[in-house]
């Protein structure tokens, strides 16, 4: 499987400097088989950035849609929307969305399946807020996230689904966790997943996400069970995020 960088802009960047970052990454990364990247830009900027990225091997990724196929929802984007965008993925489940726009894991479940249904590929994230991680409560609460999200959904597997294992507290904080702690973590969600989708969620990959920068990509990107990142803040800004991707690439080429 290829390794994965993912850029999420989150509330970031206007189309003309969305359009410009993209067009910079293209000129500048030029092994573009070895990793997949996918772009994350804020809705404004997906139409412009999409057709950037017709016949390029570069992906998209809007940050979010809503359950509904359509209907009285201000303010909210349907997945025909991202579809007619030929948007590849959505993230989901976000921790900010989780935690500042109060989305229930129930509400992310039906996201998720609206999503597959329409065929394009959910990015969940899950991941556990500090005092969780203290007072020991880790596993349990991936276990919980990830059963409320994935409950009652058919045929998720490795080519329709990716997971991201996001800790709160290294999200924005340059707390990155360390390569034991998210070994630790991606073993014990690819064990979950097996156990919940069998042989299907064998080849399901796991991100990992939480201030990933230039200084920890090589090794976090060596550490066990970690199939690519998704990127805030580091995503931003171009001689990063081209050097982490130049990283992920350079560390297939070691094999
Ligand atoms: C994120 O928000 O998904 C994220 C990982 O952010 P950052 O890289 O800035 O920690």
């Not at 970031?12 to 910079?24: A, L, P, Q, R, W």
């Not at 990225?53 to 570069?58: A, G, I, Y």
């Not at 590929?121 to 991936?142: F, H, M, N, W, Y």
């Amino acid at each position: 499987m290829k390794p994965i960088v993912a850029g999420n802009w989150k509330m970031n960047k206007t189309v003309d400097e969305g359009v410009s970052f993209v067009n910079e990454v293209k000129n500048r990364i030029l092994d573009k088989d070895s990793a997949e990247v996918i772009f994350c830009p804020p809705f404004t900027s997906l139409f412009s950035i999409a057709n950037l990225l017709d016949n390029s091997p570069f992906y998209l990724g809007a940050q979010n849609v809503h359950h509904e196929i359509q209907g009285a929802y201000t303010g909210e984007v349907s997945i025909q929307m991202l579809k007619s965008l030929s948007v590849d993925y959505v993230i989901l489940g976000h921790s900010e969305r989780r935690t500042i726009f109060g989305e229930s894991g129930e509400f992310v479940r039906d996201k998720i399946n609206t999503v597959l249904n329409q065929g394009i590929k959910p990015i969940l994230c899950i991941g556990e807020a500090l005092d969780e991680r203290r007072s020991g409560q880790t596993e349990k609460v991936l276990q919980k996230q990830l059963e409320q999200s994935l409950n009652g959904i058919s045929g998720i597997n490795g080519d329709n689904f990716l997971l991201a294992y996001e800790p709160i507290w290294a999200i924005g904080t340059g707390n990155t966790a360390t390569e034991v702690q998210v070994a630790e973590a991606h073993a014990k969600i690819r064990s979950m997943v097996g156990n919940m989708l069998g042989k299907n969620g064998q080849n399901i990959p796991i991100l990992y996400g939480g201030s990933v920068n230039v200084d920890n990509a090589g090794s976090l990107i060596d550490t066990n069970g970690v199939d690519g990142f998704l990127i805030g803040g580091a995503s931003l800004d171009i001689e990063s995020f081209c050097k982490i991707i130049e990283l992920v690439t350079d560390n297939i080429k070691r094999g």
